[in-house]
């Protein structure tokens, strides 16, 4: 059973294309946990607010870990439950920045568990992108 050059070409293309949007969404996925756990996600619209008498319900982390749930008050707000407060383990913070990713949904403290689990799919999807890129180029390089 033979396969042509044609057929191996336009498969390695589609599925080079493939990569580079698959990549792409995922890339812009983790751009945005990313954005969200710096903060920087003020700058796409989405509201941020400073809380302040934190009280965090698990206190049993370890210095410098992340907090499951806290809760905070902020100016218009009130008393809200903010998921992911980086914690010292012992005193919970005086105030907490967080992030609300739709209107009356979560918030997301800046934290830096949240940037490290955004860095992942921004990583992976650089690096599908990229892949996808090479294959597109690679079939296009057979192709002629």
């Known amino acids: ?3 042509s ?3 191996r070409t336009g498969g390695g ?3 080079g294309a493939s990569l580079v949007v698959g990549g792409a969404a995922l890339f812009v996925l983790g751009l945005f946990v990313v954005a969200t756990g710096t903060g920087l996600s003020g700058l796409l619209g989405m509201r941020v607010e400073t809380f302040g008498h934190i009280d965090c319900r ?3 982390t370890s210095k410098g870990q992340t907090v ?3 809760f905070g008050a902020a100016e218009g707000v009130g008393r809200t439950r903010i998921s992911f407060a980086d914690h010292d383990g012992r005193n919970d913070p005086e105030t907490i920045t967080a992030t609300q990713l739709t209107e009356g949904g979560r918030w997301f403290a800046h934290s830096s568990m949240i940037v490290g689990y955004g860095m992942i799919p921004l990583l992976l999807g650089a690096g599908t992108a990229a892949w996808g890129g090479y294959r597109v180029r690679e079939a ?5």
Not at 140 to 144: E, H, M, Q, V
């Open 68 to 70: 499951w749930h806290c």
């Open 58 to 60: 698990d206190t049993r």
């Open 5 to 7: 050059a044609a057929g």
């Open 140 to 144: 296009g390089r057979r192709g002629r």
């Open 1 to 3: 059973m033979s396969v």
């Open 13 to 15: 293309r589609l599925k």
